[in-house]
């Protein structure tokens, strides 16, 4: 089948992995990806030269599995901050560009950027952080959470990622657990015109967390709050010329992020400064292309992965990254097509779920803005559904611009699979494995399977591989071993289906524990989501398996409708129509359920568990804490108790 994308001539002479690969004597795609697995302390010598990684003493040597593959460190007897990284570059070129949804632009250049970060790191030492106290951050994604981050990783300390719309009680497991020295917060941020007070929810927080001693305030809408005497203001911390980087060894802790499994608490993934942000740096420069003077946005929260990923590895590029505190179609469906136009952006991240969001207002709001910019459009979180991909590549990219479709996790630093710019593109897809990952779809017995779905697993150690969770036993008792490593001696289970297909495409076709399995035949759930979805009366769709006494398990799909379109039972025999259609009669689902809303986290990502969980009328949910929209977990044990009863 002819690629929806291949590489034009422009693309290939820009290509950064393309010189890489080339200037290490291969020629192409595959001859690299071996390379990066087969000989990786030459591939990541050679990678961290090319990122320009700043270091204080240089290593002596990339890897020891001394201990096991689980518990594999990198960069022995490096030092080095991953801040003097991101901060070393042009001193007149704009380092971050802020927009709020209130329509306040604000830009800082890498000088400036440089004399806040020394600024706020100075203010924090005076507070009485030392080298390896944990500081958390519950904030917008707005100018002052950047140096925020950065402030923190440039004195040795270790940065806590609060998802912004949690809770308090959410916030406060994760401080209690990390045993944060201080809180950095706002008084409050704009959402749909409204303003969404912050501090008041910090402040029951740390009130239920002994440890928190200081309260730093980023007055972001200028409203009054409560004052409390923990409380100092952002704009009046200490002060200091120029950052001074703690001497910190590539193997110190830089950030724990707080990650939810379908059972337990969330887990505090560690990471550490020769781990997260050189991934992140090594992806965006070898999977997105993104160089010096590229402008990135990616739309997201300081609480996910891919707030802290834009921040250290588009800086430690030499990448002007914008920061969006606001909503994507307010006031209007344009907004985020206008900020691409406003900012030149070159390079644009957005999950499939916001896509179909997007897509309900038509193609003219994307086509009215100057998207000349853009070279690269990109996507995480989630597998897509056909009809977005394209309306996202033709109507945002002008079939121009590659999607760079990418999945991996916040304890992976960044990517499993992804797609690059060097090599061509079909919908959904992605090219392979992340260069430098030992990747591979396995059954259940661990052997390679082709052409089948099966267990996305990796094989081999990577800079940004979580050291294990925060407080957690590293032995083989421990959670984090339990968890990924314990089902195939030395190899990492991620919890993803995957497959791939007969010319080399690798898909994703969902989370492993979500599998639907129908009279022995095993299913992802995105396939039957896409084939549902593939009706043009439903936006959106989750599917989940439920017991069946004949079948073990029979498809339920809950079903966002397109605006016009009523919920009858016409409508629900006809998708369960389109399903059996598209992907046989076997896999018709038993019913369609049809909702306002599917529970989701606040970076779009739907929670089958909880749908399953709640249609079947289980108590307990596991963690909530992500969730962002409560009602439509409601909604869903409404249609349950209704389905009972008839």
């Known amino acids: 089948m002819r690629p929806a994308w291949s590489p034009t001539a ?23 990806l071996r390379w990066s697995v087969e000989d990786m302390d030459g591939f990541w010598r050679a990678t961290e030269r090319d990122l320009g990684i700043v270091w204080r003493v240089p290593y002596e040597n990339v890897l020891d599995t001394s201990r096991g593959i689980p518990w594999t460190t990198w960069w022995g007897g490096g030092r080095m901050n991953y801040v003097a990284t991101a901060l070393r570059h042009e001193p007149d070129r704009v380092a971050i560009i802020g927009e709020g949804e209130e329509g306040a632009v604000r830009r800082l250049t890498f000088a400036e950027l440089a004399r806040e970060v020394a ?38 300390a270790v940065f806590i990622p609060i998802f912004s719309g949690y809770a308090a009680d959410a916030i406060a ?29 910090a402040d029951a927080a740390a009130d239920a967390v002994p440890s928190v001693h200081a309260v730093v305030v980023v007055q972001r809408v200028g409203r009054a709050y409560p004052k409390r005497g923990r ?26 992020i707080y990650t939810s499994g379908t059972t337990g ?13 050189v991934k992140a740096a090594q992806d965006l420069a070898h ?16 609480g996910w992965m891919m707030g802290p990923w834009l921040i250290a590895g588009g800086l430690m590029l030499g990448a002007t990254i914008v920061l969006y505190d606001g909503t994507p179609d307010f006031p209007d469906p344009s907004r985020m097509w206008q900020i691409v ?26 086509r009215g803005s100057d998207r000349s910019s853009l070279f690269v459009l990109g996507s995480t979180g989630e597998p897509w559904n056909p009809d977005p991909w394209w309306w996202y590549f033709r109507n945002v990219g002008e079939e121009r611009c590659p999607i760079i479709n990418y999945s991996g996790g916040t304890e992976i630093s960044g990517g499993i699979v992804g797609c690059t710019t060097w090599t061509p593109i079909q ?47 590293q032995t083989s008792a421990g959670r984090y071993f339990q968890t990924y490593w314990s089902r195939f001696p030395g190899t990492w289970v991620h919890g993803d289906w995957a497959r791939i297909d007969d010319d080399g495409f690798w898909y994703i076709e969902g989370r492993s524990d979500d599998t639907l399995k129908v009279a022995g035949k095993r299913v992802g759930p995105a396939e039957v989501e896409s084939a549902a979805v593939a009706h043009p009366a439903v936006s959106e769709a989750a599917a989940i398996g439920v017991p069946h006494e004949i079948k073990g398990e029979a498809i339920v799909v809950f079903c966002v409708l397109r605006p016009g379109n009523d919920p009858t039972d016409a409508l629900a025999r006809a998708v369960q129509d389109k399903v059996a259609e598209l992907l046989g009669k076997p896999l018709r689902p038993e019913a369609i359920r049809f909702v306002a809303q599917l529970p989701k986290t606040r970076n779009a990502k739907i929670l089958r568990r909880v749908i399953r969980g709640a249609y079947l009328g289980k108590d307990d949910l596991g963690d909530l804490s992500a969730l962002e929209n409560p009602a439509a977990v409601d909604e869903i044990r409404a249609l349950a108790r209704g389905a009972l009863a008839r």
């Open 10 to 32: 422009a693309y290939l002479e820009r290509s950064r992995l393309r010189r890489f690969a080339e200037s290490n004597g291969h020629p192409d795609f595959a001859s690299l």
């Open 265 to 277: 608490t969330p887990k505090g993934a560690v990471h550490v400064h020769g781990g997260f942000p």
């Open 427 to 473: 919908p959904g897809s992605f090219s392979g494995p992340c260069p430098g990952m030992d990747v591979d779809v396995v059954d259940d017995r661990g052997r390679p399977v082709r052409g089948a779905v099966g267990e996305l697993v990796i094989r081999g150690p990577w800079p940004g591989m979580t050291r294990g969770f925060w407080r957690d036993p």
């Open 231 to 256: 409380d100092v203001l952002w704009s009046e911390l200490a002060h200091a010329a120029e950052p001074e980087f703690a001497d910190t060894s590539a193997e110190d802790p830089f950030m724990v």
């Open 341 to 366: 136009a406003r900012h030149r952006v070159t390079h644009l991240g957005i999950s499939p779920t916001a896509i179909r969001g997007l897509m309900r207002s038509g193609e003219t709001p994307p």
């Open 287 to 302: 999977c997105f292309d993104l160089q010096e003077r590229d402008v990135i946005l990616w739309s997201t929260d300081i």
């Open 119 to 156: 600024r706020v790191g100075a203010g924090l030492r005076a507070l009485g952080v030392k080298k390896g106290d944990p500081v958390a951050v519950f904030m917008p994604l707005v100018i002052e959470c950047a140096v925020a981050v950065l402030a923190i990783g440039s004195i040795g």
């Open 173 to 201: 497991g994760r401080l209690r657990d990390a045993e944060a020295k201080v809180l950095i917060t706002a008084d409050g941020f704009y959402r749909r015109g409204q303003v969404v007070n912050m501090k008041e929810t």
